[in-house]
């Protein structure tokens, strides 16, 4: 992790330790940085052979004790099960409910719990409207946790995007597809400010600022056209034409359809603000120069 990124953020109390369940995109960014500033970090993957995997948790295996012994913050990043259930509480209450040292459990959710505002803006105080069965489903994961009566925040996310996982990928195949629905904007979040999310809101909370759920997403929702050209531009490469959104949805598999039946726009005024987080990346050209000075290093 850039040294410069974790320069910005305070460490965490010594002794402390996290447990993150589902090290895949974001988790293993949120595994670095916590490392990055002494914590020590456990994080699973359903398969042991597969990066970052510091042990294993799915929910045909049962987690030996050892692994929550003394951790002190817990992070899932783990979408429900189709069932509406949340994994890690189906294995695990009973051992959360019985660690004496947590101070903070973290819980990875998303805006698509908000439903669909015809382009207006959401807050946390804006009351979720699920419309998508995956939406549904992640909204009974957010009460299970809320029931539980840990020192449980939950972390409201849109679109991920970060080195790897960003539009350069589909420029770059040639799998582009510049999709025109005029009005239709995306909120985005970088996944080094998912990180850095996690490690602010882990240390305000210990300083009694622990609203309930927070939402983490950068200042400029957009349309996806603009932040195509934009990447294209700076890739120096050319663009496909564009598709009126009434074609394009013919061939459209469901889940890419779902995306494109919502349109709101995330406000992020209770982390940037009241609670005073500086995102690393403020919007998506900030945000797709560092993918791409990414893509250039790794090439
Ligand atoms: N991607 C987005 O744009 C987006 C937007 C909003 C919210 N979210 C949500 O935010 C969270 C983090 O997103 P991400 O994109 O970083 O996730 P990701 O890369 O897909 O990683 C998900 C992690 O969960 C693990 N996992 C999935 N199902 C599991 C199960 N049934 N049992 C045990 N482990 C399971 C995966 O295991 P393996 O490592 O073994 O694959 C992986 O480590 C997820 O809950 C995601 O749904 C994502």
Redesign the pocket.
């Known amino acids: 992790m850039n040294q410069n990124i974790v320069k910005r953020f305070d460490p965490l109390p010594p002794k402390s330790k996290l447990i993150i369940?589902?090290?895949?995109?974001?988790?293993?960014?949120i595994a670095n940085l916590a490392r990055c500033l002494g914590v020590k970090v456990l994080?699973?993957?359903?398969?042991k052979e597969?990066e970052?995997?510091d042990f294993i948790?799915?929910?045909e295996k049962e987690l030996s004790n050892e692994i929550l012994e003394g951790a002190t913050h817990v992070l899932?990043?783990?979408?429900?099960?189709l069932n509406g259930e949340d994994?890690?509480l189906l294995k695990l209450r009973t051992q959360l409910l019985n660690s004496k040292n947590l101070k903070w459990v973290g819980y990875?959710?998303?805006?698509?719990v908000y439903g669909n505002t015809k382009g207006g803006w959401v807050n946390e105080n804006t009351c979720p409207n699920p419309q998508q069965k995956r939406s549904i489903r992640?909204f009974l994961c957010e009460k299970q946790w809320i029931e539980t009566k840990l020192p449980i925040q939950i972390l409201?996310?849109?679109?991920?995007?970060g080195p790897g996982?960003s539009v350069f990928e589909s420029l770059f195949n040639g799998t582009t597809k510049m999709i025109d629905k005029p009005g239709q904007v995306f909120s985005?979040?970088h996944?080094d400010d998912?990180a850095g999310s996690v490690l602010f809101l882990i240390n305000l909370y210990s300083q009694g600022k622990n609203p309930l759920v927070v939402n983490v997403s950068d200042n400029l929702p957009t349309n996806n056209l603009e932040v195509i050209t934009f990447a294209a531009k700076i890739a120096q490469t050319s663009l496909p034409s564009t598709i009126p959104f009434e074609i394009a949805k013919k061939e459209m598999s469901p889940m890419a359809l779902s995306f494109w039946q919502e349109n709101r726009k995330v406000d992020n005024k209770l982390l940037c603000e009241k609670l005073g987080y500086s995102l690393i990346y403020p919007d998506f050209k900030s945000g797709l120069k560092n993918c791409f000075s990414e893509l250039k290093i790794n090439k």
């Open positions: 369940f589902g090290g895949g995109f974001s988790g293993q960014r994080c699973s993957r359903r398969n597969s970052g995997a948790f799915n929910t899932s990043c783990i979408p429900p099960l994994p890690v990875l959710s998303t805006t698509g992640r409201r996310l849109p679109g991920i995007y996982r985005r979040i996944v998912i």
